[in-house]
């Protein structure tokens, strides 16, 4: 690891304006991505600033039809949570399948979303459910924050403070994980909500996206059957040493259908 | 250099590290608490776990200075004097070691699993399906679930 400065700043203000002052600096969230690309010096911040200390940016809360997670509650905290397991249950079952026991302890709402990692599956669940991103100075929503492959609509230095998540009529989030780390190589998230029928999918292409084509079908008709002539096109897909793009594209048929199939 | 404070295995610790000193080189060389292990460098194979505030984590994915007024638990602490733990017991009974590489941080994720279904329930699926976070390159895995189970048992989590 490269040598940083370490802050552990008290206040929202006090971690945006460090960060400001030095474009070089990283937030520190759970460490679970960051940490490990210290340590094989891919990265190389001036400084460190750790957001543990913002008890602000903690904590679930579930009122008016609407889920709020701030953005350094760890995945365990979501998936242990009786309140979230009530109101929105296939966003517990989707953190409590996040990785392995330790990572969840760890890991975070937030900065799994800053990461925007191709194969994550919180991103599943704020395109699927249409969930808002609070950050310091603006809210963003969950359509319009995944830009690309590691690539999110946050400015630099903007922090994300909390994601509220409305709670659907129902919904279930399916993933085929990779079994040496947990990631999604497919993951999907199937939401009936008061907005219609949500599908969204992860772990297939550079970062989460809707299908519209099931979305459009399962409107009609929330059935199984009303998917299953559905073909989803492998062009721009993912291919890795894990799946090829063919296969993925295949496996998006699969957990949606799978994932529709738990709430029938 | 930052001087971090913390209680290891109930007793007051503190020492100067540089930020980027990751906490389980602070506690086996700073320390000499060399129980806990590295075993790779992809934070994937749980032979760091110790116990965070009571939780189970990996200390090679975190610097020593966020641990920094925490409270940490490490294989030392698991033991009462010379009598071993319950679990450490059951792993020893049901041969869950081999070269033993793995076993602290397998005892420690153990534990962690007990904690979080006292006064509930466990079977061999939930055992594991809770065990991923931990990687173990000989056993091939019986020996320790039977292990935890009959830990488990040991020490009150009924077992079906
Ligand atoms: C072994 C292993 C298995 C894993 N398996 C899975 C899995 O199955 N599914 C999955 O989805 N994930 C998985 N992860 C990733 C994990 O879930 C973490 O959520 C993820 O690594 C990032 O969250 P973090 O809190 O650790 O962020 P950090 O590593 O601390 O930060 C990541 C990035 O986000 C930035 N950041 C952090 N917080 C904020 C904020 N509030 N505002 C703006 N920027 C911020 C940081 O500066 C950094 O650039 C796994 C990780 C490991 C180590
Ligand atoms: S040494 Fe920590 S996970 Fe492998
Ligand atoms: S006993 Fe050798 S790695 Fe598990």
Not at chain 2, 6 to 29: C, I, Q, Y
Not at chain 2, 99 to 110: D, E, L, Q, R
């Amino acid at each position: 690891m490269h040598s940083f400065a370490y802050h552990r700043p008290k206040t929202i203000a006090e971690a945006t304006s460090k960060r400001a002052a030095d474009p070089d600096a990283s937030y520190l969230a759970g460490g679970m991505t960051l940490i490990p690309t210290l340590k094989q010096r891919l990265a190389n911040p001036t400084q460190v600033l750790d957001l543990s200390a913002i008890t602000e940016l903690k904590g679930v809360s579930v009122a008016n039809g609407i889920v709020s997670v701030g953005a350094m509650t760890c995945h365990a905290d979501v998936a242990l949570s009786a309140d979230v397991r009530k109101a929105l249950p296939a966003l517990a079952d989707l953190a409590g399948a996040i990785g392995d026991p330790q990572v969840r302890n760890r890991g975070t709402i937030g900065g799994s979303l800053a990461n925007s990692d191709p194969s994550a599956d919180y991103p599943a669940a704020v395109v699927g459910l249409g969930a808002t991103i609070h950050t310091n100075t603006r809210q963003i929503s969950g359509d319009d924050f995944f830009k690309g492959l590691f690539e999110t609509a946050l400015e630099p230095g903007e922090l994300i403070v909390k994601v509220t998540l409305p709670i659907a009529k129902r919904a279930a989030y399916m993933k085929f994980a990779n079994p040496a780390s947990g990631y999604a190589v497919v993951g999907v998230m199937v939401a009936d909500t008061a907005q219609g029928v949500r599908v969204a999918v992860t772990g297939a292409g550079a970062c989460a996206f809707r299908q519209a084509d099931m979305e459009a079908a399962l409107a009609k008709s929330f059935t199984v059957a009303a998917i299953k002539e559905i073909v989803i096109s492998a062009d721009d897909l993912n291919a890795d040493m894990h799946a090829t793009a063919e296969y993925r594209a295949h496996l998006v048929g699969v957990m949606a259908r799978r994932a529709v199939a738990a709430m029938a | 250099m930052i001087k971090i404070s913390l209680s290891v295995n109930g007793t007051e610790r503190s020492g100067d590290v540089e930020p980027r000193t990751l906490l389980v080189d602070f506690l086996r060389t700073q320390l000499g608490l060399t129980g806990t292990h590295v075993g790779c460098d992809t934070s994937q194979c749980g032979a760091c776990t110790i116990h965070l505030n009571g939780k189970p984590v990996k200390s090679c994915t975190m610097l020593a200075v966020q641990a920094d007024g925490q409270n940490v638990k490490t294989i030392e602490g698991v033991a009462v004097g010379d009598e071993m733990h319950p679990m450490q017991a059951a792993f020893k009974e049901c041969h869950g070691l081999q070269c033993g590489f793995c076993t602290p941080g397998m005892v420690m994720s153990a534990l962690g699993i007990i904690e979080r279904h006292k006064g509930d329930h466990l079977n061999e699926a939930m055992v594991r399906h809770e065990l991923e976070g931990n990687l173990c390159r000989c056993t091939g895995y019986q020996g320790i679930v039977n292990a935890i189970l009959m830990g488990a048992k040991n020490m009150g989590v009924k077992v079906i």
